[in-house]
């Protein structure tokens, strides 16, 4: 037989060794080097089918024009799979180093600036400069939290465009307009209060629709570039930053407000207002460029919003992950407003001892997210990393500590008790939010956005809802009852009973079965390995 017909057949043979190695999962995906063209004498590529995550393609050899030299072995071109070209992938797309991370950050430390004003600074100044009722700026809060239900189109929009970074800006620029609106309305209230207060709502909704556009869209941005090793302590160093930003400007504001005045809160918050924009410019400049370039859907493929919206809603995971947001953050923020009238009443603290206390609270959520954060990198690959189990174990403290507060101090003193659920809540939020993060890459990558607009619309409506209800609560059982204490344990042991619940769906969440991909375990989608 000639030599020019043995290569081939060895060719062929070494080729099927190597597709039969690929198949079973042992050969090499990627060649060492590129393979040479069909016209140099390469090998014939016919149509792929499919094995796992990635096209396997068949080769047939061709003789090559020297047919006495014994070519090298056929190589294999591993074709990249649909969640390496943008589809179903919990991977990201381009691995983010710390710095562009903390710069990230430095949005929500901007975000958290203007929010801290409008939370913390307009509602004294109404309630007490201004002798209204608590219940107007209540209201104003309320709406930039109930505007949050329109985060999945906002995210919906960020996914059809291809880019995040114009949606954040544009995001940061309504808060900011908002915040140093309702300080103009808040000040005008002073002496027209009809058009004050009517300034003033129309502002508040306007920062509800920035934090929801801008946060909605940066949290989607860190959830396709940063890598899950690094999700845990991402999420850490996101919330901390905002965190950061009320911590800076409270005290700052504060300074600069005394003697007060109405031309003075305006000139403050125009000031906080203009460099907390600038910083979130400054902090997103260039950040995205280094990531590979997604070009916009075209208007021939585009999903309608409420398609996109159904399917997202379909995947079993993400709809029960949906609930569990809503019930965790709902029983979350129900303790925000009655912790320190408990405290007063129960306890017969003075108002400078319950501020304390809830520094106290404020200093174990940040001790509960640097632990999650520390342990999740140290513990890479191991059960511990799991951020599955930072979820549980954190609603698991919160409803332990909650139902030690529902016993009055007969079980722990408050103090402690205080900072445990500090400690529990902080965990289970940046567990919360690494898994967010990761779910969100877990579906087309053009429903992303959606993903976590939806998650955070449950989230921003379920917070809201926490504090109203918790203090419309303690108020209605104490029309039944004598005892104030009561009325308290009972609210703080319904809010335990929620975390349990939540413990429940953290845990449901391994055992859903996705749609088209077998039963898929959860750990390593929610771990940050």
């Not at 100044?125 to 939290?145: D, I, K, N, S, T």
């Not at 960020?158 to 309305?185: E, K, Y």
């Not at 991402?234 to 911590?247: E, P, Q, S």
């Not at 280094?290 to 493929?301: G, N, V, W």
């Amino acid at each position: 037989m000639p030599d020019g017909a043995r290569v081939p057949s060895r060719e062929r043979e070494r080729g099927r060794v190597a597709v039969s190695a690929l198949d079973e999962g042992h050969g090499p995906t990627h060649a060492p080097f590129p393979p040479p063209s069909v016209g140099e004498g390469g090998p014939a590529v016919r149509p792929g089918r499919e094995r796992g995550s990635a096209t396997v393609q068949e080769f047939t050899p061709v003789a090559t024009s020297q047919d006495t030299a014994l070519p090298s072995p056929p190589l294999l071109r591993r074709v990249p799979s649909p969640a390496e070209r943008g589809g179903r992938s919990g991977a990201p797309e381009s691995d983010l180093g710390w710095p562009q991370i903390l710069r990230l950050g430095l949005v929500q430390t901007a975000l958290g600036s203007v929010v801290v004003l409008m939370t913390a600074t307009l509602n004294r100044v109404m309630v007490v400069e201004l002798a209204l009722p608590a219940l107007v700026p209540g209201l104003l809060v309320a709406l930039h939290y109930a505007v949050q239900v329109l985060r999945p189109r906002w995210g919906y929009g960020s996914d059809r465009s291809g880019t995040r970074t114009p949606w954040i800006v544009v995001g940061m620029a309504a808060l900011c307009l908002g915040g140093f609106g309702a300080a103009c309305g808040t000040a005008l209230a002073a002496t027209d209060l009809v058009l004050g207060l009517a300034l003033a709502a129309v502002s508040f909704l306007c920062v509800g629709i920035g934090v929801g556009a801008a946060g909605t869209s940066l949290l989607v941005l860190l959830s396709g570039v940063v890598a899950p090793a690094r999700r845990g302590a991402a999420a850490t160093i996101v919330w901390v930053m905002m965190i950061l930003g009320f911590a800076l400007t409270a005290p700052l504001a504060g300074h600069f407000l005394d003697p007060f005045s109405g031309l003075r809160l305006v000139a403050v918050s125009g000031t906080v207002s203009a460099i907390a924009f600038a910083v979130a410019v400054l902090a997103l400049a260039g950040v995205e460029r280094r990531l590979p370039i997604r070009a916009p859907e075209p208007e021939t493929t585009k999903k309608p919003f409420f398609t996109v919206l159904a399917q997202v809603l379909a995947d079993p995971v993400a709809r029960t992950f949906t609930i569990f947001v809503f019930v965790s953050m709902l029983a979350y923020s129900a303790q925000e407003l009655i912790l320190e009238p408990y405290a007063g009443l129960v306890f017969a603290m003075s108002p400078g001892a319950t501020t304390k206390l809830a520094g106290l609270q404020h200093g174990g959520v940040l001790a509960g997210m640097l632990l999650v954060a520390g342990v999740t990198l140290a513990a890479r690959g191991t059960p511990l990393a799991s951020l599955r189990l930072w979820i549980a174990l954190g609603c698991a403290g919160s409803a332990a500590a909650l139902f030690a507060l529902a016993a009055g101090g007969d079980v722990l003193p408050l103090r402690p008790v205080v900072f445990a659920l500090g400690v529990a809540n902080g965990a289970y939020a940046v567990a919360a939010i690494g898994s967010m993060m990761a779910l969100a890459g877990r579906g087309d990558a053009r429903e992303r956005g959606t993903r976590m607009g939806v998650w955070g619309a449950a989230q921003g409506v379920a917070f809201g809802a926490g504090g109203f209800l918790g203090a419309a609560a303690v108020d209605l059982v104490r029309l039944v009852t004598a005892e104030p204490v009561q009325a308290y344990a009972a609210v703080f042991a319904a809010e335990g009973a929620l975390f349990l619940v939540a413990v429940v769906l953290a845990l449901r969440l391994e055992a859903v079965r996705a749609p088209g991909r077998g039963n898929i375990p959860l750990n390593p989608i929610l771990g940050a390995r």
